[in-house]
């Protein structure tokens, strides 16, 4: 007999989906920035400056994404903000100069920001308890995904129609994924009018928000104990920030590809990252398995990862061959993802009461690296006329992660030392 799909999976189906697209809204700019750059005029640090603009509100709204989630539900604010940055990728095709584009790039960052916590609320609403590892590392396969094939599918809009119809069409295709999820999805699993008996007793109670109890964060501990891993984020979102944003225009203009075979090549390397997404969880998982210490699953990925990107980022800064550097940064790729799913991973062992915060603190450093990486990687390239040299920062970052992961204790859980209270959490924060 067929087994049949579940409510709860197609919810996941389109979780992915806005992950899938949330990525190439975010990364298409950098296969149609050599282009933008021409049209616009603009300089190299220009440039840089808008490849960043998104990071700057994306970072702010990481640790209060996921409380305006819960406070408003996964339904209303994923639609709400499933809006906004469908407009401000449309919007993209009409900017006249740097000013115009970095406030579109502003506004999509808005957009996105409360996204992943508050996708996140939905996959505990709506999986098994046992099926959350898988959820968040499926969802971030498909943003790997959306990283690989944005390069080339980009690119052909763009020879097609025109670097501006390219952002027009995936505007378009934003609001019909918000158009879905408003009408397919439900905050409380029982109000779907498909699901089962059978599926709703495998899923977590549902608590209505004014029967749910509130909890004072403790900020400084949980700080203290996060830092470590929102510092080890920045250094691996550093490099990965470089990939998403420069990465075309690396191979477009240091190799003299055209826009197809640039992006081609930019596909090729950004794949190799949905396979090493998929594998560091399931290889951190199994460490744990075997050996019952947590510690060393999620620190021996951590620093596996880490070096493996160093090591491989190495040739960039010293071989001008395109075979060999596609190959070389492919396996760079390939081992900084292996650190994602672990990243994500550690808050939930720190501080499983306090998960959704926690991850918010964690990402925030990769949102801060969003914001330093590619403007520092345009500068450099401006002032030294050499795309060799903004590497250097990248691996020396890469070498600095692996020291302070080794200071990261997943093992040690922050003591819940808040009691259930009556005023909302927001007064905590």
């Known amino acids: 007999m067929k087994k049949k799909i579940t409510v709860g999976n ?29 049209d616009l005029g603009l300089s190299t640090t220009q440039m840089g400056l808008v490849l960043s603009a998104f990071a700057y509100p994306y970072a702010l709204l990481q640790i209060f994404g996921g409380w305006i989630g819960d406070k408003t539900g996964a339904k209303k604010t994923l639609t709400f903000v499933g809006l906004i940055w469908s407009i401000t990728t449309a919007l993209t095709g009409l900017v006249t100069g740097m000013v115009s584009a970095v406030l579109v790039r502003i506004g999509l960052g808005f957009g996105e920001g409360a996204a992943f916590p508050t996708a996140t609320k939905a996959m505990a609403q709506w999986l098994p308890k046992e099926k959350f590892g898988f959820a968040q590392g499926i969802v971030h396969s498909a943003s790997r995904l959306g990283n690989a094939v944005a390069p080339p599918v980009i690119a052909l809009l763009i020879v097609a129609f025109g670097w501006r119809e390219s952002f027009f069409i995936m505007g378009a295709i934003s609001i019909l994924w918000m158009v879905v999820w408003h009408w397919y999805f439900k905050d409380n699993p ?3 009018p498909k699901i089962t008996q059978e599926e709703l007793a495998q899923l977590p109670v549902y608590e209505e928000k004014s029967q749910q109890s509130k909890k004072i964060i403790p900020w400084k501990k949980l700080c203290k104990r996060i830092l470590p891993v929102t510092f080890v984020d920045f250094c691996y979102g550093w490099t990965l920030w470089v990939y998403l944003t420069w990465l075309p225009s690396f191979l ?4 003299n590809l055209d826009i197809k075979k640039s992006a081609l090549f930019a596909a090729g390397i950004l794949l190799s990252g949905v396979i090493g997404d998929t594998l560091g969880g399931v290889l951190s998982d199994k460490i744990y398995v ?7 699953a999620r620190r021996s990925i951590l620093v596996v990862g880490l ?8 040739p960039t800064l010293f071989v001008h061959n395109l075979t060999l550097i596609a190959i070389s940064m492919s396996l760079a790729f390939f081992f900084l993802e292996l650190c994602n799913a672990n990243l994500w991973a550690i808050p939930m062992d720190i501080a499983p009461n306090y998960s ?3 991850s918010g603190m964690m990402n925030t450093g990769f949102g801060v690296a969003g914001m330093l990486s590619p403007v520092a990687f345009g500068f450099l390239i401006s002032l030294s006329g050499n795309w060799q040299v903004p590497f250097i920062m990248s691996v020396l970052l890469l070498l600095i992660g692996v020291f302070v992961t080794l200071t990261i204790d997943p093992s040690k859980k922050l003591e819940d030392e808040t009691e259930h209270h009556g005023t909302d959490i927001s007064s905590q924060i």
């Open 356 to 358: 959704g915060t926690a």
């Open 307 to 314: 070096t493996g990107s160093f090591i491989f980022l190495l």
């Open 10 to 38: 197609k919810v996941l189906f389109l979780l992915c989906a806005m992950y899938f697209i949330t990525y190439i809204d975010r990364v298409n700019i950098a296969t149609a920035a050599p282009f933008m750059k021409e």
């Open 190 to 192: 029982k109000d779907h």
């Open 252 to 255: 477009f203009t240091a190799y």
């Open 290 to 296: 075997r050996t019952n210490n947590l510690k060393l």
